[in-house]
């Protein structure tokens, strides 16, 4: 497999700049677009897979990791924030038993709103908490791009782990908002 970082022309490293990552996959793209100079349909859908590759902190992290050479496993689980998932999920759950509860009278629906009101705000101080640990591991990511190239491949792994798990969370948690605004 072709690395991403080199067929857009970019360094191999944690942290990329997301301007620079557009602007060599609009110039690589125009180069292989196939309405043009007689481009290839297929090396534009691999430049295609690149950017989405490269634009994924957590994809990048183990595309950068699997380029790394093999190391001796080491037994490290990745830092998983397991009460913050647990709290998500009891909240998603929350909401799910809110949206199922029947509103057929005035009252029932007045009730309803002011569950949701309260059920909002809840949403919202999980959301402060997972910026927070987002920031975080903004700051990890930062701090193995300035050691790069002496990181391990169980680093990458780890924190794109740890990235996938947040996003997955974060995503619960507007699903969850989506449906309290009566989306």
């Known amino acids: 497999m072709t690395c991403a970082f080199e067929r857009l022309g970019l360094e ?80 998603a759950r929350k909401v799910r038993e809110w949206a199922a509860k029947d509103r057929s009278t005035a009252l029932q629906r007045a009730l309803g709103q002011a569950e949701a009101l309260t059920l909002q705000k809840d949403a919202e101080a999980l959301m402060r908490d997972l910026s927070r640990r987002m920031d975080k591991m903004e700051q990890s990511l930062s701090l193995l791009d300035e050691r790069w190239p002496a990181v391990g491949a169980d680093e990458l792994t780890n924190l794109a782990d740890q990235w996938t798990f947040h996003a997955r969370m974060h995503s619960t948690l507007q699903e969850s908002l989506t449906i309290l605004r009566g989306g």
């Open 12 to 91: 191999a490293r944690p942290r990329i700049d997301p301007e620079r990552l557009k602007q060599n996959y609009h110039s690589a793209a125009a180069a292989a677009h196939p309405d043009r100079n007689q481009g290839d349909a297929s090396a534009l859908a691999a430049l295609n897979a690149a950017r989405a590759l490269l634009e994924s902190v957590p994809s990048r992290l183990r595309h950068l990791a699997g380029r790394l050479p093999a190391q001796e496993a080491k037994l490290s689980a990745p830092g998983m924030d397991w009460d913050l998932s647990l709290n998500c999920g009891a909240f």
